[in-house]
C-alpha cells in the first residue's frame, strides 16, 4: 500500500483530496452554484454602487468646462485598469503611470476637473449596451472605486452626445455647445497621424481660429511624455490643447493646467460623431 509521502497517493487521500472532489463535482453541476454566483455579484454590484460617488451629468459637466475655462482629465476602463497596475492595448502599465494616474483622480486644482463615468444605476442611460458594459466593468474593476476621493466628479461621456444618456433630441444641440468649446481659438491637438488626417477632413473644427499639432506615438504615448510636454510648452498660454492620446491624455491635461493652459481631453471624440 502507498505511503502518503507517495505522489501518487496524494490524488485518492490527503488534506486536498476533498476540495478536489469539490471540484470535480462543481465542474459537472455549475447549475447548482449559479444562486451563489448572482448572491456574490448583486453584492459587490451594491458595495460599489454605495461608494460610488457623485457624478455630474453631461450637460452640467459641458457647462462647467465652457463657464469656467478649465481644464479636464477622463478616466474609463483604460484609466482605471491602469492604475491597479494592469496594462491595456495601447499602453504597457508602468509604476510612474499608475502612481500619477491615482494621484489625479484625488486632485484639487481650482482650473482643472477630472470626469469619470456615472454609475449605472444612478443616471439615466438610455445606451442598453453601455450600461451592460459598465455594470460589468466595475464588477471587475471595483478596486478602482477605491482610488476615487469623496467629492463631485464630472462625466467622462460629455464628448460621447450619442452614446450617453442624453435623450435623443438633445444630441445636435448638444454637438453645438461642444463646438463653442474652441470658437474662434488657436488649438493646439496632441494626438497620432490617424487623429490628425480626421482632424483635416472633419467640419466640427471649422470653427478654430487655427490649428497646429503634436505628433503623439499611436502606442505607448507615456513613453515620450517628456517630449509631449516640452513640445506643449512652446505655444501661447491663449492657445486651446485638445488632447487625443489616450490615458497620457489624462496626465498631460493636469500638468498643462498646472502651467496656466488649458487643456481638455477630448478622447476618441470625431469616433463618437460619427
Excluded at 222 to 236: A, E, I, K, P, W
Amino acid at each position: 500500500m502507498p505511503s502518503y509521502a507517495d505522489p501518487a497517493s496524494r490524488h485518492l487521500s490527503g488534506p486536498g483530496a476533498q476540495w478536489r472532489k469539490t471540484l470535480r463535482f462543481s465542474a459537472r453541476n455549475t447549475r447548482s452554484f449559479k444562486p451563489l454566483y448572482r448572491c456574490i455579484n448583486e453584492y459587490f454590484f451594491r458595495y460599489i454602487r454605495d461608494r460610488y460617488p457623485e457624478v455630474l451629468t453631461e450637460t452640467q459637466t459641458l457647462e462647467q468646462i465652457l463657464t469656467r475655462k478649465i481644464s479636464f482629465a477622463r478616466y474609463g476602463d483604460g484609466e482605471f485598469r491602469l492604475c491597479r497596475g494592469k496594462s491595456i492595448a495601447r499602453q504597457p502599465a508602468s509604476p510612474a503611470i499608475s502612481r500619477r494616474l491615482r494621484e489625479i483622480l484625488h486632485s484639487d486644482y481650482l482650473n482643472f476637473a477630472v470626469g469619470v463615468p456615472p454609475f449605472p444605476d444612478k443616471a439615466r442611460i438610455t445606451d442598453t449596451n453601455m450600461s451592460s458594459y459598465y455594470k460589468k466593468l466595475y464588477f471587475r474593476e471595483w478596486e478602482s472605486v477605491h482610488y476615487m476621493a469623496n467629492k463631485v466628479y464630472l462625466s467622462s461621456w460629455v464628448f460621447w452626445p450619442y452614446h450617453c444618456n442624453l435623450p435623443r433630441e438633445e444630441v445636435h444641440a448638444h454637438i453645438g455647445q461642444i463646438q463653442r468649446l474652441w470658437q474662434g481659438r488657436d488649438v493646439t491637438f496632441v494626438c497620432n497621424s490617424r487623429f490628425e488626417k480626421t482632424v483635416s477632413s472633419s467640419e466640427i473644427f471649422d470653427n478654430t481660429k487655427s490649428r497646429s499639432f503634436v505628433r503623439a506615438p499611436d502606442k505607448n504615448a507615456y513613453g515620450q511624455y517628456d517630449n509631449l510636454l516640452r513640445q506643449s510648452g512652446g505655444y501661447s498660454k491663449d492657445n486651446l490643447f485638445l488632447l487625443a492620446c489616450g490615458p497620457t491624455a489624462t496626465i498631460l491635461a493636469y500638468d498643462l493646467s498646472a502651467k496656466g493652459y488649458q487643456a481638455v481631453d477630448i478622447g476618441n471624440l470625431l469616433k463618437h460623431l460619427l
